[in-house]
């Protein structure tokens, strides 16, 4: 049973960083991307970062130069990097994996970012 567990979320200044890590477990054939989602209070879900197998990194435009993500294939888990950030960065943010034949999603981990 493939299991993706986030964390590295909380309580943090206009300006400052966190990163956040999403750790996968179980089997999952054909990663095709790894993608960052957040949720804000009352927002739709909005797609944040995505890496893709080969490589590439595509960024929602109000994260651009600020957030980074990456991936550790030997510890099978990948991070946001998340500078210089805002009030309207805060969320909840959702890890997911896209498989050949599944999607899966963590059950996310609160970011606050206090003005």
């Known amino acids: 049973q493939v299991r993706l567990v986030e964390s590295g979320g909380g309580l943090v200044q206009a300006g400052g960083s966190l990163r956040l890590s999403c750790a996968a477990s179980g089997r999952i054939f054909g990663i095709n991307a790894m993608s960052w989602y957040r949720r804000a209070l009352g927002e739709q879900r909005e797609l944040v970062a995505t890496?893709?197998?080969?490589?590439?990194?595509n960024y929602a435009d109000s994260v651009k130069g600020r957030f980074t993500i990456s991936r550790d294939n030997a510890k099978n888990t990948v991070y946001l990097q998340m500078n210089s950030l805002k009030p309207e960065d805060t969320a909840v943010y959702y890890c997911q994996v896209l498989g050949t034949i599944n999607s899966y999603w963590g059950q996310g981990t609160q970011v606050t970012v206090s003005s």
């Open positions: 890496l893709t197998s080969g490589g590439s990194t």
